[in-house]
T-cell receptor, first 116, second 112 residues
Framework: EAGVAQSPRYKIIEKRQSVAFWCNPI?????LYWYQQILGQGPKLLIQ????????DSQLPKDRFSAERLKGVDSTLKIQPAKLEDSAVYLC??????????????FGPGTRLTVL | SQQGEEDPQALSIQEGENATMNCSYK?????LQWYRQNSGRGLVHLIL?????REKHSGRLRVTLDTSKKSSSLLITASRAADTASYFC????????????FGSGTRLLVRP
């Protein structure tokens, strides 16, 4: 079974530029998550999709971050414009069920973003 | 905000020794999970313990859960150099729309 795929693996941009990350979840997984992980901290959930609908985006800075999951499969996360504090690893994860006692999540390798 | 807080923040042991990490959380949970993250990689799920379970084993891993104290511990027995990684607890809260909330992690170094 193929894992969660993410691209690019690394990205360096200057502040005020735009950037987009792509995620392809495990086949058949209905739930998809985007996390931000700042160096030395645990992952923080940015947005959670169930199929192509948003379940939770309470911690997504909506003035600059946007995400979509068209057709309920692949997802993209965009930052426009980027700030220095957006430097982090952006992790995508997927799971087969929404919550309950089976909410094991499978993570991709992440995209390391550096904003200069 | 982060619900789970791990203790200690960093741990250095000799190969063959046991490593114990603790996690405390604040609200009622459906389950608690432990994940491992090797440097520069994504997280890997290790073990899930449900709120009605007290102890669970998986290979060299032993997890306990005390819901009255809102705490969990992860024990890695007979550690190996390959166990060097960061370990995170994550809680699936009853009131958090099924999202996982991660702690800040314990960085484990196993010296050969």
């Amino acid at each position: 079974e193929a894992g969660v795929a993410q691209s690019p693996r690394y990205k360096i941009i200057e502040k005020r530029q735009s950037v987009a990350f792509w995620c392809n979840p495990i086949s058949g997984h209905a739930t998809l998550y985007w996390y931000q992980q700042i160096l030395g901290q645990g992952p923080k959930l940015l947005i959670q999709f169930q199929n192509n609908g948003v379940v939770d985006d309470s911690q997504l800075p909506k003035d600059r971050f946007s995400a979509e999951r068209l057709k309920g499969v692949d997802s993209t996360l965009k930052i426009q414009p980027a700030k220095l504090e957006d430097s982090a690893v952006y992790l995508c994860a997927s799971s087969s069920r929404l919550g309950g006692i089976y909410n094991e999540q499978f993570f991709g390798p992440g995209t390391r973003l550096t904003v200069l | 905000s982060q619900q789970g807080e791990e203790d200690p923040q960093a741990l250095s042991i000799q190969e063959g020794e046991n490593a114990t990490m603790n996690c405390s959380y604040k609200t009622s949970i459906n389950n608690l999970q432990w994940y491992r993250q090797n440097s520069g990689r994504g997280l890997v799920h290790l073990i899930l313990i449900r709120s009605n379970e007290r102890e669970k084993h998986s290979g060299r891993l032993r997890v306990t859960l005390d819901t009255s104290k809102k705490s969990s511990s992860l024990l890695i027995t007979a550690s190996r150099a390959a166990d060097t990684a960061s370990y995170f607890c994550a809680t699936d809260g009853m009131d958090s729309s099924y999202k996982l909330i991660f702690g800040s992690g314990t960085r484990l170094l196993v010296r050969p």
